[in-house]
């Protein structure tokens, strides 16, 4: 059985397909769209039925390919944009209306919660997930005993369009002060696997990670698209993006900067996978 999952965030909609069997769970393909609702959100502060037309239009552009594959069990999510619009209540019936599917928004602590469904979640008091998206980001922390999530209205598209708050800033830093020092930050989203990308490294010490990102905020948007093949909704936002990361990564004194593939649309279909199955999963 195949299943699927989709993501509407802030930058971006995403979503994954996965193949299943009672005891494992494939990814197979995977999907994006660079529909920004933060532009609307942290602009106009809410979300315009134009805006949400694309919406519907780009989740029945997916539900044709779940119909080529033969998919019928699906879970959609929303998130920071979908939390923060003064009409979203109004905004998720309209596209459940048109679509005729569930759409869940989740919080920000849910957001951070589903880390746990990540392979390697029981990171230890040492490392930490960090999801950076384009209107929050949320941390995980697990060992043996205790599990820390926090989310924060810190993002690459909140930051870049200047409605970051100070005293939010501040917030994080006072938590980040009180669980440091942290060896290795494990990054979450598009902006911090594409700048590794870009270097041709997996990961790098916080030092170099500093140096190499301040060089890249010397390049102005089409540079960046051009050097290094950046889509242009990714180009704009990932100075952003990693000066987040940077002050996490000084806050907390890490050691070394990698990245996962793993998001939050992973995570749900993970989840749908373990409401279908009873047994022990096995993850590709």
Do not use: C
């Not at 309209?94 to 869940?104: F, G, K, M």
């Not at 993002?155 to 020092?181: F, T």
């Amino acid at each position: 059985m195949k299943i699927a999952s989709i993501d509407i965030g802030t930058n971006a909609i995403k979503s994954k397909i996965f193949k299943t069997t009672p005891a494992s769970i494939e990814f197979i393909q995977g999907i994006r769209s660079p529909i920004r609702l933060g532009s609307d959100v942290f602009n106009e502060g809410s979300l315009s039925t134009a805006k949400l037309d694309q919406v519907i239009e780009t989740i029945r552009e997916y539900e044709e390919i779940f119909k080529e594959n033969s998919i019928s069990h699906y879970k959609i999510v929303a998130t920071s944009a979908f939390r923060d619009t003064s009409n979203s209540e109004d905004a998720r019936r309209y596209i459940e209306t048109a679509i005729n599917h569930p759409l869940n928004v989740i919080s920000g602590l849910e957001e951070a919660k589903l880390i746990r469904f990540h392979p390697k979640s029981n990171t230890g008091k040492n490392k930490i997930f960090v999801d950076l998206g384009g209107g929050s980001t949320e941390f995980f922390i697990r060992d043996e005993k205790d599990t820390i999530i926090r989310s924060f209205q810190l993002g690459a598209v909140r930051n870049m369009l200047k409605r970051d708050e100070k005293e939010e800033w501040q917030r994080l830093e006072k938590w980040l002060q009180s669980i440091k020092p942290k060896k290795k930050l494990i990054g979450i989203g598009g902006n911090i696997r594409s700048f590794l990308n870009s270097q041709g490294l997996k990961g790098m010490p916080l030092n170099e990670f500093i140096k190499k990102s301040e060089r890249l905020s010397k390049l102005d948007t089409k540079e960046k698209i051009k050097k290094y093949k950046f889509s242009p909704d990714r180009a704009d936002v990932i100075d952003h993006a990693l000066h987040i990361f940077k002050f996490i990564g000084e806050q907390l004194e890490i050691q070394t900067i990698t990245s996962t593939k793993w998001g939050i649309s992973d995570s749900i279909a993970i989840k749908l996978f373990h409401e279908i199955y009873s047994s022990k999963v096995t993850i590709s």
